[in-house]
């Protein structure tokens, strides 16, 4: 049969086998007295003084100040490179429409063939296309004034 080993750090069966409840008491009374000396332990925490509270506020305060500028700063950039981007691609048609029509030596149906394509590519590149945000307050007016029509043309027909 195998021996119990207890020591107040370890709380072991040797062997692998259990003894029976002689062993139970000693290892609870260990880890009590363990969990005791690390609840007694000095941890590195300072006490809340008005100091830290405006230091942790100022570096928090930073914090968000940073977020604000580089979100801006970010934002900047981005609305600039979809700028230059539009901007490429309206010289691009441009260019390829002057080279089209440039072309002496093509026949009027290569030309239109040509200008299709470009449209096409146009189309696709979204250059010309409205923005990307309707404006909901001519849709509404639009909107009134077709309803409008409708109720004058029943009362024509009445």
Avoid at 20 to 32: D, F, I, K, M, N
Avoid at 48 to 66: Q, S
Avoid at 76 to 86: D, F, M, S, T
């Amino acid at each position: 049969m195998g021996q119990a080993i207890w020591s107040p750090t370890k709380c072991a069966v040797h062997h692998h086998k259990f003894v029976g409840g002689s062993t139970e008491l000693p290892c609870l009374y260990s880890r009590r007295k363990q969990s005791q000396s690390v609840s007694q332990a000095k941890l590195p925490l300072q006490k809340v003084t008005p100091e830290g509270v405006i230091f942790v506020t100022k570096w928090a305060l930073l914090a968000v100040v940073a977020y604000m500028i580089i979100s801006f700063i970010l934002r900047l950039v981005v609305g600039a490179v979809r700028q230059a981007l539009w901007l490429l691609k309206v010289i691009f048609a441009i260019g390829m429409f002057g080279l089209i029509l440039s072309d002496t030596g093509a026949s009027a149906e290569t030309t239109a063939m040509r200008l299709a394509g470009l449209a096409c590519v146009c189309v696709l590149l979204g250059i010309g296309a409205t923005s990307a945000k309707p404006d909901t307050h001519l849709e509404n007016k639009i909107k009134m004034l077709e309803r409008r029509l409708r109720e004058m043309e029943k009362s024509k027909m009445e």
